[in-house]
């Protein structure tokens, strides 16, 4: 079993919808979470970290459920610009990195 | 956010020769870098792990006499691909993070071509 696992998607959906999207991970004891965005042959980066009592960042609200070992961001109002690859890291109890494989997002007009 | 650059942002180089890649934090002091490898429509693979003045880590499977790291600085990480062959053409990114706890922010990345 893959320490992160996403769905690779893509999730193609319209302006203005609302879309969402979940990472699982393996080790309970994982430490960390975080939310990339990666662009077509681009570097990833950061979107947004995941805390214990959910956060929102404008459009975006990421949240994490220990008792079932998942993140999810959610995104409202989808824009254009919102198209991406959208990757969850995970940090184990020994600090090391996990990224999932990326979940890919088109949004169409 | 902290800033961390890439050089060059792209190779093309003959099959057998060596290519170095840097790795600069510029506004923050990295105590740990990371290198990633990335495929066409693959998700990022770590290579290894390097902390400020000892050797790296490396990924199973990963070949620390081909691919050599140097971490001789809080701000320079260095990759070396020694005797690049094709299959070696890829993505190749490296982050930095202050702790190896602390959030990476990724460079722009480095796309190597071996012909």
């Known amino acids: 079993r893959k320490e992160v696992e996403q769905d690779p998607g893509p999730f193609n959906v319209p302006e203005g919808a609302t879309v969402a999207f979940n990472c699982t991970y393996s080790?309970?004891?994982?430490?960390?979470f975080f939310w990339y965005r990666q662009d077509c042959r681009k570097e990833p980066k950061l979107l947004m970290s995941?805390?214990?009592s959910g956060n929102e960042d404008g459009r975006f609200t990421a949240q994490l459920n220990r008792a079932s070992q998942y993140i999810s961001l959610l995104i409202r109002d989808s824009k254009l610009s919102d198209s991406a690859t959208y990757l969850c890291?995970?940090?184990?109890?020994?600090?090391?990195?996990?990224f999932g494989s990326g979940t890919k997002l088109n949004v169409k007009p | 956010g902290a800033v961390v650059s890439q050089h060059p942002s792209r190779v093309i180089c003959k099959s057998g020769t060596s290519v170095k890649i840097e790795c600069r934090s510029l506004d923050f002091q990295a105590t740990t870098m990371f290198w990633y490898r990335q495929f066409p429509k693959q998700s990022l693979m770590l290579m290894a792990t390097?902390?400020?003045?000892?050797?790296?880590?490396?990924e199973q499977g990963v070949e620390k006499d081909k691919f050599l790291i140097n971490h001789a600085s809080l701000t320079l990480s260095t990759l070396t691909v020694t005797s690049a062959h094709p299959e070696d053409s890829s993505f190749y990114i490296c982050?930095?993070?202050?702790?190896?706890?602390?959030?990476?922010?990724f460079g722009p990345g480095t796309r190597l071509t071996v012909l």
């Open positions: 982050s930095a993070a202050g702790t190896i706890t602390d959030t990476q922010y």
């Open positions: 995941v805390y214990s």
């Open positions: 080790n309970s004891a994982s430490q960390s």
């Open positions: 390097s902390n400020e003045g000892s050797k790296a880590t490396y």
């Open positions: 890291v995970v940090i184990d109890n020994f600090n090391k990195f996990y």
